[in-house]
């Protein structure tokens, strides 16, 4: 399935965005899709996504950081960051932050990891 981003305001997006932890596509370039979200509590369960990196952008707010072997650590808006492959990690938020996210197209949303928030790449396309 192809997506085609269309010239778009990101904060206007996402302020029709009612779910947490459910990213959502907002356009492509080559093989990877960008994507945002909100995050707000602490459900993404560890995970990590064998094959593919993973860069995170913050556009509002304050996001936990946590990877396995590593202190946590917080990012805020502006803030950018790439986990690389392989690499445990997981994401929480005490208020409302949201994000965007830049992954291969065959990241899944948790990895191997299933959750009540694990989102399939049909619903993140919706």
């Known amino acids: 399935m192809e997506f085609y981003l269309y010239q778009m305001n990101i904060q206007d997006y996402l302020s029709q965005v009612k779910e947490y932890f459910s990213p ?5 370039v080559n093989d ?10 602490e459900d993404i369960p560890w995970h990590n996504h064998a094959n593919e990196d993973e860069a995170f952008y ?7 950081f946590e990877e396995e072997g590593k202190e946590p650590f917080k990012m805020k808006k502006g803030d950018f960051y790439v986990v690389k492959k392989a690499v445990n990690h997981r994401v929480s938020s005490m208020s409302e932050c949201q994000i965007m996210l830049i992954e291969n197209k065959t990241t899944a949303h948790t990895g191997e990891v299933e ?3 694990t989102r399939s790449l049909e619903d993140q396309l919706k």
């Not at 959502?24 to 492509?28: A, F, P, S, W, Y």
């Not at 990877?32 to 509590?41: F, P």
Request: glycine share 12%; aromatic share 4%; net charge positive.
């Open 32 to 41: 990877v899709y960008v994507k945002v979200a909100k995050i707000k509590g």
């Open 58 to 64: 913050i556009l509002d707010g304050e996001l936990l």
């Open 24 to 28: 959502k596509v907002i356009g492509e």
């Open 115 to 117: 959750s009540p928030v």
